[in-house]
């Protein structure tokens, strides 16, 4: 029998949907929005909160402050919003939330709010810096400059952070390797616990992949696999562990916020187009943040894109990422998909090892197009 505990829904994530500037490669539903917006906003989503802690048993782990630029809000306002989630959130039995990451973009920390977000309970920042190289940043359109960054990971540890993420990208157009080795070896004279780092991907949609379109630039899959495979070699010696093809940690310093979705754990997630997976329900809120505070003011539901999600659909999804992780996935998620699992073998781009299954490194290269085979 499953017990309440096991039933509870244990990782929350709250979408922010304001930025100082919109990047043109973002994707994300983002816009610009000053204090009366994010006042409306707050409340907004104190009211779908208190909603869904009506509907569903809640006694969260982690807390994901993403976005959109979470750290935009105001003190205050960041401050009465994560408060109360945490004190209604988590149970007496399990509270505080063991993570709490907040994402931070390097030109809007200030001591006060830092110091704000940790007597709020914010224990881990993920902090925004995709390059230390002043003319990509201009590229990506970014209000930071280089050295902000170092700047701002010690007034974060002065305020007491320990568990500091650097988000780096790769594959940027005119980006050279010689600069890619030079933000990774910036980063890591960060001393962050953790390292993200992705490739650029074009969106449909943006300013990014209008110019891709128009033959302007051009995507070059060999420069991109060096990059990747320089990524592993450059922060797996400086101890920091591949534990998501992604995603780089010292042992430890895992996301558990990421690691309970790769797992497939189920999830809440609050704001303007945030998504949720709980048991078969998956639903993604409508993607319009005025749409979402006239909607919740009216008490009508925010909920759109609905999903019944069966078993199989689950379990698929958990092999789709669990390929991507270091540990894999258990043999038996496969079920009847074992005869791909089989094909992927014999191309050497899978093993199987202590009942887990795992990418080789040349399955590494294709992840994705592995991960497709079970969609
Ligand atoms: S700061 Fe992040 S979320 Fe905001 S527009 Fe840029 S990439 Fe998108």
Same mark, same amino acid.
């Given at each position: 029998?499953?017990?309440?505990?096991?039933?509870?829904?244990?990782?929350?994530? $709250?979408?922010?949907?304001?930025c100082a500037k919109v990047c043109p490669y973002c994707a994300f539903h983002v816009h610009l929005?000053?204090?009366?917006? %994010?006042?409306?906003? $707050?409340?907004?989503?104190?009211?779908?909160?208190?909603?869904?802690?009506?509907?569903?048993?809640?006694?969260?782990?982690?807390?994901? +402050?993403?976005?959109?630029?979470?750290?935009?809000?105001?003190?205050?306002?960041?401050?009465?919003?994560?408060?109360?989630? /945490?004190?209604?959130?988590?149970?007496?039995?399990?509270?505080?939330?063991?993570?709490? &990451?907040?994402? $931070?973009?390097?030109? &809007?920390v200030t001591p006060k709010k830092a110091a704000a977000w940790r007597a709020a309970g914010v224990?881990?920042?993920?902090?925004?810096?995709?390059?230390?190289?002043?003319? @990509?940043?201009?590229?990506?359109?970014? %209000?930071?400059?280089?050295?902000?960054?170092?700047?701002?990971?010690?007034?974060?540890?002065?305020?007491? +952070?320990?568990?500091?993420?650097?988000?780096? @990208? +790769?594959?940027?157009?005119? %980006?050279?390797?010689?600069?890619?080795?030079?933000?990774? %070896?910036?980063?890591?004279?960060?001393?962050?616990?953790?390292?993200?780092?992705?490739?650029?991907?074009?969106?449909?949609?943006?300013?990014?992949?209008?110019?891709? *379109?128009?033959?302007? !630039?051009? *995507?070059?899959?060999?420069?991109?696999?060096? @990059?990747?495979?320089?990524?592993?070699?450059?922060?797996?010696?400086?101890?920091?562990?591949?534990?998501?093809?992604?995603?780089?940690?010292?042992?430890?310093?895992?996301? #558990?916020?990421?690691?309970?979705? !790769?797992?497939?754990?189920?999830?809440?997630?609050?704001?303007?187009?945030?998504?949720?997976?709980?048991?078969? @329900? #998956?639903?993604?809120? /409508?993607?319009?943040?005025?749409?979402?505070?006239?909607?919740?003011?009216?008490?009508?539901? /925010?909920?759109?894109?609905?999903?019944?999600?069966?078993?199989?659909?689950?379990? =698929?999804?958990?092999?789709?990422?669990?390929?991507?992780? #270091?540990?894999?996935?258990?043999?038996?998620? +496969?079920?009847?998909?074992?005869?791909?699992? =089989?094909?992927?073998?014999?191309?050497?781009?899978?093993?199987?090892?202590?009942?887990? $299954?795992?990418? &080789?490194?040349?399955?590494?290269?294709?992840?994705?197009?592995?991960?497709?085979?079970? /969609?």
């Open positions: 029998m499953t017990g309440i505990l096991e039933r509870m829904i244990r990782h929350l994530y $709250v979408h922010v949907p304001f929005g000053g204090g009366a917006a %994010q006042r409306e906003f $707050v409340k907004a989503l104190r009211m779908e909160w208190q909603r869904a802690r009506e509907e569903f048993p809640l006694a969260l782990k982690t807390i994901y +402050f993403g976005g959109g630029t979470p750290s935009i809000l105001s003190a205050e306002l960041f401050t009465e919003l994560a408060e109360e989630l /945490v004190a209604e959130g988590t149970s007496s039995s399990d509270s505080p939330p063991q993570e709490f &990451t907040l994402e $931070v973009n390097p030109a &809007t224990n881990r920042i993920s902090l925004g810096a995709q390059s230390f190289d002043a003319e @990509m940043l201009r590229l990506l359109g970014r %209000q930071h400059a280089p050295e902000d960054i170092a700047g701002t990971c010690a007034l974060l540890r002065e305020q007491g +952070f320990t568990n500091i993420n650097i988000d780096l @990208m +790769f594959a940027l157009p005119g %980006q050279s390797e010689a600069k890619w080795e030079a933000t990774l %070896q910036a980063a890591l004279s960060c001393e962050p616990n953790h390292i993200s780092a992705y490739a650029l991907t074009y969106e449909e949609d943006t300013p990014f992949f209008e110019k891709l *379109q128009r033959g302007e !630039w051009r *995507q070059d899959e060999a420069r991109e696999i060096a @990059m990747f495979t320089h990524t592993r070699e450059v922060l797996g010696a400086a101890g920091l562990i591949d534990y998501e093809i992604s995603n780089f940690a010292r042992p430890g310093f895992e996301s #558990r916020h990421n690691l309970a979705y !790769w797992r497939g754990a189920d999830y809440l997630g609050l704001g303007p187009s945030a998504c949720s997976t709980i048991d078969a @329900m #998956r639903w993604r809120n /409508v993607p319009n943040t005025k749409a979402y505070v006239e909607r919740i003011a009216r008490n009508e539901s /925010v909920r759109e894109e609905r999903e019944v999600l069966d078993e199989a659909t689950r379990a =698929k999804e958990r092999i789709m990422f669990g390929l991507r992780m #270091r540990e894999g996935v258990a043999l038996e998620e +496969f079920g009847k998909d074992v005869t791909r699992l =089989k094909e992927l073998e014999a191309d050497g781009l899978a093993f199987e090892e202590a009942g887990r $299954v795992r990418l &080789t490194s040349r399955g590494q290269l294709v992840a994705d197009g592995v991960a497709g085979m079970f /969609v």
